[in-house]
Structures are given as structure tokens and as C-alpha cells.
């Protein structure tokens, strides 16, 4: 009885650290501990092609259609040797992961995963980064003219990243330790080049200094 005792107590422990490996950060390198991200807000949703108009042209007849836009609202904050509330930070990495509600034929669900390399990031204030799918790749991907992301997205994750560390994510659904599930690809039929930044896209003259400067890596 005593060994199974203290092999109960061992597994619980074992347990407890596994539950919360996650939400913390994970032990960092040399240079990459010593900034801090909080993930504040994620809101996944469509944005209309915007419409602009311009002189000495020839213009086209068109008609809008949706893109998918993720919004990441985030914080970081570095140290006092490094700027400390005035400081800023430009080696910050945002991995996205999309998971559509469309299949293959073999079963597994269309998804999309970019890597968004974030410039200049100011420390202890709010900053935003902004990821997008265009109505041409959506199109293929639920091959129809339609979207909605409340019903077309099934699954969203963002995690930020330095030096390969993950320093914070967040997800719906929500990552817990054990089930981080866009790390379980096995199931996924993933595309690259699909998230696009939104340098790369008709938005990138718009919201002026609401987002932070960001490439797809």
C-alpha cells in the first residue's frame, strides 16, 4: 500500500506540471526570456474588399467579396535594459493556424498555417496583428462563392514565438497541455501561402498605426 501510495502522489504531480505546461512559459534561451507577451484578444471575422477610387485611370467593374481577417490583440513587455516602457522589440514571430469546416476526400480537414515575422513591436501598450484569407483561396478551399467565418472557420489558433520558444498562444478551440491541437496534423490537409500578411493584401494602406508592421516569413 505504501508504494501505490506514493505512486498515486508521483502521478498526480506528474499530472499537475502536465496541466499547465501550456499556459506557461516555456524555460527560455539566452535571449529570448527576456520579453513577455500576453495575449489579449482574438477576433476571427470577414472584412469586404475595400473599394477605392482614383484619378487618370480606367476603372474596372467589380464586386466586392470577403476575406477572412484575424485580429490579434497582444502586449509585450521587454526589461529596463532594453527600454523597458519605452523600449521595442523585433524579434517577435506570430505562428497562425486556420482549420476550415471543408474536408478532402480522404477524410481530413482543409487547414492553412503561416508564419508572421512582426517588426519594431513598442513595448506596454496595446498592439494588434492582423492575418488574412483572400476570396479566391477560400473559394477553393470550401469551393463555393460564399463565407461566413462563424461557420466556415472551425478552428483558430495563434501562438507568439521567440527564437522558437513559444512565449504565449491562444486558440478556439482553447489548447490545453497534452491537446495544443494544431500540433496533431495528422488529421489536417494544411496549406501554405494561404494566411497572407496584410502588407500583401488591399488592406495594407488602411487602419494606419492600429496594427504592427508584419511579412509572412
Known sequence: RPVMKRYLIQSLAILALGTSAYSQAPAPAADAPKVKVDVKRVVPGEQGTPDFSAGNVNMKRWRPKKWFELDAEFEIKVPQDAGGRNGSFSGLQANVY?????QTKDGKYEAAKATLTLTSVPASESCHVLAYVS??????ILQRDTFTATTDIRGWGIEFVVNGQ???????????????????????????????AKSETPFAILFGDYDVEAKTR
Request: glycine share 10%; proline share 7%; hydrophobic share 40%.
Open 166 to 196: 513559444r512565449m504565449a498562444g491562444e486558440g478556439n478551440p482553447k489548447p490545453t497541455a497534452g491537446n495544443v491541437w494544431w500540433e496533431k496534423t495528422e488529421n489536417l490537409a494544411i496549406r501554405e501561402g494561404v494566411i497572407k
Open 98 to 102: 486556420l482549420v476550415f469546416n471543408s
Open 135 to 140: 476570396p479566391s483561396d477560400l473559394r477553393a
